[in-house]
């Protein structure tokens, strides 16, 4: 079984050397950097599944390296935790960090038993969504990368497609989990595979999010709008974490509809 694997960013050799051993002996892989310009390089040269980062690197380049992992698209949906000298409040008082949740941020000296339950927890979940796969419909070749890369940063299996015909044939062949499906392909025919999709009765199951540049209540005013909830129409430029939140609850209702139905 392939191991998950941790990016520890530490310029202190002792405080790099001691959270590469306590990830160790829990079992997962680990690469160690001590530098800003190491760290960008390693994460994006090689695939992780979590990023474990001081904030306090010389001359405030830990913010650099966070801000550098949250632009770069293979790495934009990386777990990232902090840890710091600094008190978690101020930390988050950092402009670059600012949103991360107060409990991905760990003061040194760790709290091993706590450190490791958060980096259990991250990656639990994203080794669960290794089973689920998710159709990418959208005829922009560059989109389609870009959401297959922050897909499967995030753990999941992928299937892309271009356009509406090529969609509803892999859907039928591959029954995906999910699908995301850009409702502005040509000749409009991302509305038109949405009905589709939704005709056949074994694939009819399959939750849709929509993907689009167009105003949501434009969508809800197309004819297959009646059919959509708010909450399943994302825009472009995509907001990938919320984006991941509304593909776990679609899933998490699907597999209860199919429980409740058995």
Known sequence: MIKQKILIVDDDKDSNDIVRDCLEAAGYGTMSAFGAEEAIDKAGSFRFDLVVLDINLPDGSGEMVYAALQAMTATKSLPVIIISGESPARVRRMQSVKDIPAEDIFVK??????????????????????????????????????????????????????????????????????????????????????????????????????????????????????????????????????????????????????????
């Open 109 to 262: 000296p760790l709290d091993i038993p706590l450190f490791l339950e958060r980096v259990n927890s991250y990656l639990a979940e994203k080794k669960s969504r290794a089973g689920r796969r998710v159709l990418i419909v959208d005829d922009d070749t560059s989109m389609n990368e870009i959401i297959k890369q922050n897909l499967e940063a995030a753990g999941y299996g992928t299937i892309s497609a271009f356009g509406g015909y090529e969609a509803v044939s892999l859907a039928k062949e591959k029954i995906p989990d999910l699908i995301l499906l850009d409702i502005n392909l040509p000749a409009g025919s991302g509305a038109l595979a949405y009905t589709v999709l939704k005709s056949f009765k074994e694939i009819s199951h399959i939750p849709i999010i929509i993907v689009s540049g167009e105003d949501p209540a434009v969508i809800q005013r197309m004819r297959i709008g009646k059919a959509l909830s708010p909450d399943d129409i994302f825009i472009k430029p995509l907001d990938f974490g919320r984006l991941f939140i509304r593909i776990a609850q679609r899933l998490t209702e699907n597999e209860t509809g199919k429980s409740a139905e058995v």
